[in-house]
């Protein structure tokens, strides 16, 4: 009886849900963050979103995310907003290409959920963004409890 109230009441403390965190780097005029779910469970929608805030707006008309491929592999994915004009797979990377936003901040999230299949697995990614004059990535990691 113990077991199962200490169970219980670690449901209700949301201990087998999603955890979100958040992971920032900055280099220049650039602050790139990652929301993502740090610990999640098959099934469960999981948030995974990116902003690229650049201090002065957008120069170019376009703008480029890249982010490992493999990360990926955990989630059963619905869409993404916005729509890239250009998404590709270079082997290990995915590059999506969108067209600049008014203002200062593109912020790129993915509707997903865990597949329901990926169990007891911990996923590493990292999201870089190419030809920018500093290098800047922030790297992350999912874990899937069953």
Do not use: C
């Amino acid at each position: 009886m113990v077991a199962l109230t200490v169970f219980l009441a670690l449901g209700v403390l949301n201990v087998y849900g999603v955890r979100t965190r958040e992971v920032s780097a900055t280099a220049g005029d650039d602050r790139l963050t990652v929301r993502y779910a740090s610990v999640s469970r098959p099934g469960l929608a999981s948030p995974w979103s990116v902003e690229l805030r650049r201090a002065g707006g957008f120069r170019s008309d376009t703008v480029t995310l890249s982010a490992d491929a493999a990360y990926f592999d955990i989630f059963d994915e619905n869409g993404v907003e916005p729509e890239p004009v250009e998404s590709r797979n270079d082997g290990d990377r995915i590059v999506w290409t969108f067209l600049a936003p008014v203002g200062d901040t593109l912020t790129f999230s993915l509707d997903a959920r865990i597949e329901p299949a990926v169990q007891l697995k911990r996923a590493r990614g990292n999201v870089s963004v190419p030809g920018t004059e500093q290098p800047l990535s922030v790297g992350f990691s999912t874990f899937v409890m069953p």
